[in-house]
């Protein structure tokens, strides 16, 4: 994505000399700054690499940032038999959340994000602005009242309990009319008219493909948020088996003096966070240009 | 009130711009049918719950009795309000992360604003490389990273504190003088680069000319990011401040986390924790008043600073 511009062609060619020389100075110090910010980035990820690698023996009595013996994989081994092998389900619970909320959240935001962009009713504004205002909530005006709602409709304590407040992102919507007002071309929704398509039609087969980097970006962000969400499971759920991952390893570190070794969670850590730093490195490429249409506007 | 709209457009066929509309009719129909799900979940999940939290808010659970007799509810008015704006330790942890932020919030921005500045600037290298890195705790949920530092503290496995006993000085991250500013450090770890994305963005978005005409005139790299780069990325600057208050103000996770080996985090640390604690001993109603509260003080700091800073846009 680094596309040279054509200032920073120029530059290159170099006019005077007194300028180059500065910039080599200045060069050696943006370069400074920028790796000890990824040193002090890099580090305590760096440590929970190292300290996944230990049996809990050599946790306390060696140089954390350094290997010492490598049992990695009775440590991984040990992970998945703790509890009866809870951690599995905690990961599949996991990823059961985070997919399915994220997949409906974004159909559903896309959908939104549409209507509000592309077809001009009355209360229009006035619907975008209730939906933005609710990005300006704390999370937590929601979750608990949901609590309290929910445990009288007896869903508390199920799936659809964390599932359900999870398909909602306002934000999403939010970004889904911004894209979809700027990249999805009027004529073309109206030549799909002249042409006879019906408006469902043209939303699934002509706007949705347009939108489909902003689509990914929404289910990126929802997807993570979701994978993250520590309070609403906590309030929702009291199974254990029902837990997502991060849910789980909090209750193990709580869990030390029941047992748990320190290095049980530290792997388990380490394990949980592999899925989601892979989906970043993959689908960068949409996430960076969602970032960038939300942010300009 | 989305839902509301073709019946008003019904009800009144002929009024106003009725000429105008004929053709719009059917799209308003469709416009509320790809709302609709949307609508109403954003209604069952969000909204309603803002309303049942208010609603509870205002009763309070009487039990007669030592609290063996059947438990009543009884409207209460503003008494939960008064209650929780007498209630020091609620009071305090207020204070406490309005004190936190008060400083994180700006030492993160100034720090992802530089960062982006430095990766926008024509002296870096490896900015793919440097811009991966930085956005990499994102990746890392909130929990799992307050389980990491929760480690990185502890005197006991603390690379840092070794290190440190290394050169000499014996410091305890998680002590009472230094906990606050840990819990800090561990959400400009989580965010810098996620904030310096959003602004990282926001430059790459500045019309080349713009800055090129400026070094045309013989501008150094610094006068060009002050006087041309900065105020072209206000709006990502706003964003990126509006959802780190709305952050500051909802924390939970790291010191939730930290309470289980530091004792210096009590139960009511923060204004999300002494809610929890307030639901958890069953007092729903007060733990609704705490959260209306915190909703309101949040919405009117990050709200007030998106209206300031529209305010003094357009005077500038």
Redesign the interface.
Known sequence: MTTVTPSAARAAAGPPGRLRTSSLAGRAGVFAVMALFALYTLIPVWWLLVTATKNSGYLFTTNGLWFSHFDLWTNIRDVFQEQDGIFARWLLNSALYSIGGAAVSTTLSAMAGYALAKYPFRGRDLTFNVILGAVLIPDVMFALPLYLMFSQVHLVNTYWAVFLPSVVSPFGVYLSRIYAGASVPDELIEAARLDGAGEARIFWRVAMPIMSPALVTIFLFQFVSIWNNYLLPLLMLNSDELQPVTVGLANWREGVNQGIPYNITITGAFLSVIPLIVAFLVLQRFWRSGLAAGSVK | ??T??PG??LAHPIAGSAAKRVP?R???R??????A???L??T???????G??VY?SFFRTHRSGLGLGPSTTVFAGFDNYVTALHDSRFMSSFLRVFTLGIVQVPVMLG?AL??AL??D?????F??F?R??????????????A??????YAP????FT?ALRHVGLEVNFLSGDLVLASIGNMMT?AW??FNM???Y??L??IP?EL??AA?MDGCS?WRVAWHVKIPAVR??LI?TT?FSI?GT??L??EP??LS?VAPTVSPTYTP?LA??QS?DINN?NY??TQ??I??LL??VL??GFLKFTQRKGTFA
């Open positions: 009130m989305a509301r709209t008003d457009a719009g059917g799209h308003t469709s416009a509320v049918l790809f709302l799900p949307f609508g979940l954003f069952a999940m969000l909204l309603a719950p803002i049942y939290a509870q720090l530089l960062l430095l990766l600037s024509r002296g870096a290298v900015k793919k440097f991966q890195i930085y956005f990499l705790p994102y990746a890392l949920p909130g929990v799992i990273a389980i990491m530092w929760s480690f990185l006991s496995v603390s690379p070794a770890w810098t680069g994305l959003i602004i963005s926001a790459q978005a080349g800055t090129e070094v790299g709006p990502a964003l509006v709305i103000a909802q939970f996770n939730a986390v289980q999300i809610t929890q639901a729903y733990a609704a959260s209306v915190l909703a949040t919405f990050s709200f």
